[in-house]
């Protein structure tokens, strides 16, 4: 039976690129008859505000998207994320790593990657193990990886190429993204990962964490973005395009569904509806891969 989630950052509130995440999310879990899970990725405890977190519930309730189970908050999950860190290091997955974001500045040998960032030339990779009180990175197997994408099709990475050997726990005591995720939707039992097309680029480097952790491989689909009128991308940011500022132009939780069900090929047209309505038509042969773009007139 599938096990969808949505996992969003409460980082700001939900756009219309985040709701459609979650409606397609919601309607594969649905029709294939199984259940939906949200789960509230708070470990940055910097970035996050739990109001942020509520916020976002409550726009997603208003679509009718409720987690079958209680949500999950990963800022209250530290203990999992420790005795997942112990077990690596078990295996002799991790190691301590003791650069400085300026050591890996000036490192002017690697080659840049799409995004100006570095992977990590594992200069630490053979220090010998301090404990947990310093910043510990996963050590990746060389070599390519392979998966298939619902959306994107036969995809072949090379997990360490945009990141090296990933930081898996910082510093400054906080978890890092990947292990979070991994180890969370290990524990919850997630068959389907449905995100945006921007996610797609760290895949490889979670699979091969599940691997390291001994944990199944859930089946993976990122979306077409969801762009401005302009082609821009969509922000969080306070009055950004998300319910509230589309009910300020009138525009109701049901047009919004509406508009977001025919993007995902579930409807003719936009048109007024309930995600449930959706569930029948929603497969994933019909949602486009593309970019969308939200109407000028919601803009
Ligand atoms: N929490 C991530 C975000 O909001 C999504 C993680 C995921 O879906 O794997 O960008």
């Given at each position: 039976m599938t096990l969808g989630r949505f996992a969003p950052s409460p980082t700001g509130i939900l756009h219309l690129g985040n709701l459609r995440t979650a409606l397609a999310s919601w309607l594969s879990a649905r029709k294939g008859g199984g259940r939906w899970i949200l789960r509230m990725e708070d470990v940055d405890g910097l970035r996050c505000r739990r109001n942020l977190g509520e916020a976002q519930l409550r726009d997603l309730a208003a679509l009718g998207l409720e987690s079958d189970v209680p949500v999950v908050w990963q800022?209250?999950?530290?203990?999992?994320?420790?005795?997942?860190?112990?077990?690596?290091?078990?295996?002799h997955r991790i190691y301590p790593?003791?650069?400085t974001r300026k050591d890996l500045q000036a490192l002017a040998s690697a080659p840049h990657t799409e995004d100006g960032l570095r992977p990590y030339p594992g200069?630490?990779?053979?220090?010998v193990w301090e404990g947990f009180d310093r910043a510990l990175r996963l050590r990746l197997p060389e070599g390519p990886l392979t998966w298939e994408d619902r959306q994107l099709g036969s995809q072949v990475d090379d997990p360490g190429s945009l990141t090296g050997d990933p930081l898996l726990f910082r510093r400054d005591g906080c978890f890092a993204y990947h292990l979070a995720v991994v180890v969370d939707d290990g524990a919850q039992g997630v068959t389907e990962v449905v995100?945006?097309?921007?996610?797609?680029?760290?895949?490889?480097?979670?699979?091969?964490l599940q691997e390291a952790l001994g944990l199944p491989r859930p089946a993976y689909a990122h979306l077409g973005m969801v762009m401005a009128p302009d082609g821009s991308r969509l922000g969080?940011?306070?009055?950004?395009?998300?319910?509230?500022?589309?009910?300020?132009r009138r525009i109701t939780p049901e047009e919004c569904?509406?508009?977001l069900?025919?993007?995902?090929?579930?409807?003719?047209?936009p048109m007024p509806c309930a995600a449930a309505e959706l569930v029948e038509a929603f497969n994933w042969s019909r949602v486009p891969t593309g970019e969308v773009r939200v109407p000028e007139t919601w803009a």
């Open positions: 800022s209250e999950h530290s203990q999992t994320y420790r005795e997942a860190l112990a077990r690596l290091h078990g295996a790593c003791i650069c200069h630490c990779r053979d220090r995100r945006g097309a921007d996610l797609r680029f760290v895949t490889a480097t979670q699979i091969r969080k940011r306070a009055g950004a395009l998300g319910l509230e500022a589309l009910g300020a569904l509406g508009w069900g025919w993007s995902l090929g579930c409807l003719e047209r």
